[in-house]
């Protein structure tokens, strides 16, 4: 209870006025009473995980939305009919999972995403197509400018193209590290080049006297972003466990060796983006040669709860209240019409109901098995995550809460499931494969009971296998849970356009799934974080479990034709 996200949220709007918690969402937004000039203009949606705080609560003014949950996972949902931007880095797929199920259920067509990429630990050699460069502090400072931009009236495209030109010319970075405090006031297990969610440093020193040659260190890599003699904004942020005597110290270092290359036209300092309460920081140099209208959104003044941009009083606002998603009156879910034009046969939604609640009791009962597949390059979570996905999907069931009927909308039920239940990357990735592949059931036609075929089934898999690929960045031997997915899209193509039977076409893609979960046992990560923890030394791989995230695929995929053999042989 004491950890527990709700709850924390609940409390932070007692003591901060004007805003509103809806609570089934972990999201809390700007309370603004009818007609209010706050209901029109850009909405901007950042979302992160808890433990960030104050990001992303703190930052919520009228033009802002954030959202929160445990562990660093995000989900987001576009709530209202305006234009929307999403400003945030990481979680690429989260926030594709957001724009799509913005476009194709809500129906909201003006959505952009920008993603904060500010770490410059990391050289361009090391980043992987797949992962990118990290986003760290330097977003408290984009989401100020374009939220200032938002108030003043500027566009969506605009605002868009403003944040992206800041981000791609290179005109901010960010170097985050963490350290030890000894008796001796000397620093020992120090990791530059650390990440905001507990991801290892890019490099490591066992103990140095004081923060003087990380410094130097770190400004080596800045300056190939900011170049020297720039006219810069300084942001130290507190990761959240160092304390304000050792902050000072490090402020007196810090500011003596960059004004050596540096012309400081503002220093920003405090605890603005946590991590879990580490004890470290994070030095971010926005460059002002980007445009002469930087200082004045920096200047920008606005109430929101961090005091970094804002006076953080709200006594005189309208207190704060809770509500369920459902009841708010101005968000409507707008559901493409062509959802219910592809419809199954009453007879089979039997057999859909029983096939869905086999997976998901297989899947409960894999859990500790694909935690400790995870174990070996990873948090240890995977069957966890897993599990609370197939417990959500048979409390759904159990309540009829899916359309079995309609494959589109059991489609992006699923999604939804998946996406409140399912922690980390791999909730993200599942409820937007699934989202993406409830377009292979949305049609033109004006035949109301269109037949479901086979290739329907095909298309959706080769849709929501793209939307990954899209989103994720992630390509067929990246030892992802793509790699079986895509050979099995390959293998039942072969099988569809050969004719074969539906039992025989499901045999042959759980089998390829299988196939390829077991073969990326001697595959090198090339996809999220497991890339920063795989060995580098002579390139050799030696792991003793295929990918958690893989098998999964495959136990599913084997669990699919075990309950297709169960009901036809009844």
């Not at 868009?160 to 350290?179: C, N």
């Not at 295929?546 to 084997?558: E, F, K, M």
């Amino acid at each position: 209870m004491n950890s527990n996200v709700n709850i924390a949220l609940s409390g932070f709007i007692r003591a901060n006025n004007g805003l509103r918690l809806i609570q089934d969402r972990n999201c809390i937004v700007r309370h603004t009473r009818s007609g209010s000039s706050a209901t029109t203009g850009v909405k901007l949606i950042s979302g992160g995980g808890s433990g960030h705080e104050p990001a992303h609560i703190g930052y919520v003014w009228p033009w802002d939305a954030a959202r929160c949950r445990l562990w660093g996972r995000f989900r987001g949902t576009i709530g209202d009919g305006h234009p929307g931007l999403l400003a945030d880095g990481g979680h690429r797929s989260r926030r594709g999972q957001s724009m799509e199920r913005a476009r194709s259920l809500y129906g909201y067509c003006r959505v952009r995403m920008l993603l904060n990429d500010d770490d410059c630990s990391i050289e361009d050699s090391m980043v992987a197509r797949s992962v990118g460069k990290r986003g760290l502090a330097g977003k408290v400072l984009l989401i100020k400018v374009l939220g200032a931009m938002a108030e003043l009236g500027f566009s969506l495209d605009e605002l868009y193209e403003y944040g992206d030109g800041l981000l791609r010319k290179g005109h901010m970075a960010t170097f985050g590290f963490t350290f030890e405090m000894t008796d001796g006031d000397k620093l020992r297990n120090v990791e530059l080049g650390k990440g905001l969610h507990g991801e290892p440093g890019v490099y490591k020193m066992d103990e140095c006297d004081g923060f003087e040659s990380i410094v130097w260190f770190m400004m080596e890599r800045m300056v190939k972003k900011v170049p020297e003699f720039a006219e810069v904004v300084v942001l130290v942020n507190n990761l959240g466990g160092t304390t304000e005597i050792v902050v000072g110290v490090f402020l007196d270092v810090l500011t003596k060796l960059l004004e050596m290359r540096y012309r400081i036209r503002r220093i920003y300092c405090g605890t603005y983006f946590s991590s879990l309460s580490q004890v470290g920081l994070s030095v971010t140099l926005l460059n002002l040669a980007y445009n002469d209208q930087l200082l004045v959104y920096l200047d920008h003044e606005v109430q929101v709860a961090s005091k970094l941009f804002g006076s953080g009083q709200s006594f005189h606002l309208e207190p704060s209240d809770r509500v369920k998603f459902d009841t708010i009156v101005e968000v409507e879910t707008r559901p493409n019409p062509d959802l219910f034009k592809i419809k199954l046969q009453e007879s089979s939604t039997s057999l859909v109901n029983n096939t869905l609640h086999h997976i998901a009791q297989v899947l409960q009962t894999s859990r500790d098995l694909l935690n400790a597949f995870d174990r070996e390059c990873g948090d240890g979570d995977t069957g966890n995550t897993i599990a609370n996905g197939a417990t959500a999907l048979l409390a759904a069931l159990a309540t009829a809460s899916i359309d079995l009927l309609h494959p589109a909308k059991m489609l992006q039920d699923i999604s939804t499931i998946l996406q409140l239940s399912i922690g980390g990357t791999s909730g993200a990735i599942y409820s937007l494969f699934f989202q993406a592949a409830s377009k292979a059931f949305q049609t033109s036609t004006t035949n109301r009971f269109a037949a479901v075929t086979l290739n329907h089934w095909l298309m959706a898999l080769a849709a929501g296998n793209d939307a990954i690929v899209q989103y994720a960045l992630t390509e067929l031997g990246d030892r992802t849970m793509l790699d079986p997915l895509r050979q099995g899209e390959f293998r039942l193509r072969t099988a569809v356009q050969q004719g074969l039977p539906a039992m025989d076409c499901v045999e042959i893609f759980a089998a390829a799934c299988g196939e390829a979960a077991k073969d990326t046992q001697h595959m090198r990560p090339r996809s999220g974080r497991a890339t920063y923890s795989a060995s580098a030394g002579d390139g050799s791989v030696d792991y003793r479990f295929p990918d958690p995230g893989a098998h999964a695929v495959s136990i599913w995929a084997r669990s699919l034709f075990e309950a297709f053999t169960i009901f036809f042989n009844k």
